[in-house]
């Protein structure tokens, strides 16, 4: 039990308590569509976690997180490293995020904390009826994801080109170096990627993925195989000397669109207006204090990303309504969480995610609860919402959403829908500076379909396909409006929690982290929270605890993780449990007194680098 002695004021040793059966083939669970994990789990690997003194730079592929540390060694800032390591992202790990989607990021400069919203937009010919059949009803998720209908005008880029100008030291040009170096000269497939794309059907189907990712006989590459992307390497030139405008105007823009637009079966409305209209948004972050009675009790200040994300608003909740449940006198059973607590959290994230449906949507076009989004954070609003869970059981019949302020909410829940690849880079570099960025293309290979100008050079650059997180139905079935349902120019809703840690008396940032995993993000970031705030662990311990979650009332345990008296004990409880993989890929780094320790997900393929 060494690594619960390790607190984030402690210096924590290097552990290794991970020691799972690794199963190599991709599970996909069926067990409940909405259950479907964005990624298919590949191999486990217990990681060692990384102890440095003055910057780390943590990204889920070694060659993306090497691109980071080179930023941070010439003297570059953690945006610096943010942008090397997301363009090498889009060529080492293209089935999660790239510059074909959009991301989240939230920054601290030692003084003020920024939210930078890089979210897609949806087309300015986009209506509620986008996801619907002729018949009225939603479209079957894979319907509504492979083609051009699903794509959103891309934002990471704009969004990165924004943070530099604020925050850059080194020039935009030079952080653009590795990922063009290493498409023009090839890189090894990493066996996760591998993995993925065995398991992947419908990429084969767009014929410049066909012949990029696949061998002449449609075999996927085998992990090792070095792959040369001389397209995306052009791309990534234009974008390092003209900027961001390389990519959302010209000739990329233009295929882009064509690509959207000329898919034969299910194509999308996506235009070079959408494009060259985007505008990446500076947002006010949602912060929250958070304090963690045990003794010595301390005060932290927890902060993510606002609306279009519900990702901080749920792990606050959930973390805000455990506080006012016997939850912090439970500590771990064997080292993970035991069903008493499981309970505890299950319920507290029942109601988060009652909440999550009813109100949260793109703030340019759906109000906060009265008082604002910060209300549903609000302490006395949790403790009332924490009434309604009985400590031992048991589980309530339903989770009905809250209400925060006076005036109650017209719209309708949206319903539980599947949310799929992502990535996640956590940063802190020399200067004081640190951040918490989470990157996807929405599904793994988003829309599948692979963007290439067509002047003869192999590869491209995938497209997302995010639109896919709007409620499919735009109204519920009492005929109120959804507030997260599409419409033109919008933003979708997000589960996207990349999450900042602060001293509330000092002020200090204590920890940067995050995770992919679609509706899970929320339950991967709010474990690892619980784990390094109540439970003492280090940034790779509790990274390494097993995950669970709840999602469409089903209590999910990551598959075995757990025993089976503690799914029998929830079951006792009332709680539907299933066991499923539950492949996030978190990575965290905490401060210690002497300098960071960093953690990434044992689930992926993730390390942390830094001096
Ligand atoms: N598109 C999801 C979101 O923004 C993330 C999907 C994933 O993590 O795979 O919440």
Redo the contacts with the bound molecule.
């Keep these: 039990m060494r690594q619960l002695l390790c607190t984030l004021a402690l210096a924590c040793a290097v552990t290794a308590s991970f020691a799972q059966t690794a199963p190599s083939a991709v599970a996909r669970p069926e067990a409940a569509s909405a259950i479907a994990q ?2 298919g789990a590949s191999a486990l690997r217990a990681k060692p976690g990384w102890a440095t003194r003055t910057f780390a730079v943590a990204a889920a592929n070694p060659l993306a997180t090497e691109a980071g540390y080179t930023m941070l060694r010439a003297g570059g800032s953690a945006v610096d490293a943010a942008v090397a390591v997301q363009t090498v992202l889009s060529l080492v790990e293209p089935q999660s995020s790239g510059i074909g989607g959009g991301a989240f990021l939230l920054h601290f400069d030692g003084k003020a904390i920024q939210a930078f919203d890089g979210r897609e937009t949806a087309p300015a010919t986009a209506t509620p009826a986008l996801f619907l059949k002729p018949d009225g009803q939603p479209m079957a998720m894979r319907q509504a994801t492979v083609g051009g209908r699903s794509v959103g005008a891309p934002g990471v880029v704009p969004m990165l080109a924004l943070a530099h100008r604020q925050h850059g030291k080194l020039p935009w040009a030079q952080l653009f170096a590795p990922a063009i170096a290493l498409a023009r000269d090839g890189f090894a497939v990493s066996p996760r990627m591998a993995t993925l794309l065995a398991a992947e059907t419908d990429l084969k189907t767009d014929p410049v993925a066909a012949r990029y990712f696949f061998d002449a006989s449609g075999q996927p590459w085998p992990a090792g195989h070095i792959l040369r992307n001389p397209e995306l390497a052009a791309v990534l030139q234009r974008i390092a000397s003209e900027g961001p405008s390389a990519l959302t105007e010209g000739t990329v823009a233009q295929a882009i669109a064509a690509k959207v637009q000329g898919h034969a079966s299910n194509p999308g409305g996506l235009t070079a207006n959408d494009l060259s209209a985007y505008q990446p948004i500076e947002r006010t972050p949602l912060c929250m204090a958070y304090r963690v009675a045990q003794a010595p009790p301390r005060n932290y200040r927890l902060c993510g990303m606002p609306p279009p994300s519900s990702g901080m608003l749920a792990v606050g909740q959930i973390l805000g309504t455990l506080a006012h449940t016997p939850a912090s006198t439970l500590a771990l059973e064997a080292e993970k969480p035991g069903a008493p607590w499981l309970h505890l959290y299950t319920e507290a994230a029942r109601l988060a995610f009652a909440d999550r449906a009813q109100f949260v949507a793109d703030p340019q076009f759906v109000s906060a609860p009265e008082g604002g989004w910060a209300s549903l954070l609000d302490d006395a609003y949790l403790a009332q919402r924490a009434t309604l869970i009985s400590p031992n059981g048991p589980r309530m019949p339903r989770a009905l959403p809250g209400q925060a302020g006076a005036v109650r909410s017209s719209y309708a829940p949206m319903a539980a829908q599947t ?4 990535s996640h880079i956590s940063v802190v570099d020399a200067w004081g500076n640190a951040l918490a960025m989470t990157t ?1 293309i ?1 599904d793994a290979w988003g829309a599948r379909l692979m963007v290439n100008r067509g002047v003869g050079l192999e590869g491209g650059f995938l497209l997302n396909n ?1 639109l896919t ?1 709007f409620s499919f139905a735009p109204t519920g079935a009492d005929g109120k409006l959804v507030a997260n349902r599409v419409e033109p120019g919008k933003r979708p809703r ?3 929690s990349p999450t900042l840690v602060f001293d509330a008396d000092s002020g200090q940032l204590l920890a940067t982290l995050g995770s ?4 899970f ?1 929320i339950h991967f970031t709010a474990k690892t929270l619980y784990a390094l705030l109540h439970w003492g662990l280090n940034a790779q311990t509790a990274i390494d605890l097993p995950n669970f979650g709840v999602m469409d009332e089903v209590l999910v345990l990551e598959k075995g993780r757990f025993d089976a008296a503690t799914a029998s004990a929830l079951r006792a409880r009332g709680h539907t449990v299933v066991q499923v993989p539950l492949p996030s890929g978190l990575q965290a780094i905490a401060r210690t007194p002497t300098g960071w320790f960093g953690g990434a997900d044992p689930r992926r393929e993730g390390v942390v680098l830094g001096d």
């Design positions: 964005p990624e949310e799929h690849g992502t996807t929405e995010q997180d997000s589960s996207m992919p995993g679609g509706a993000i």
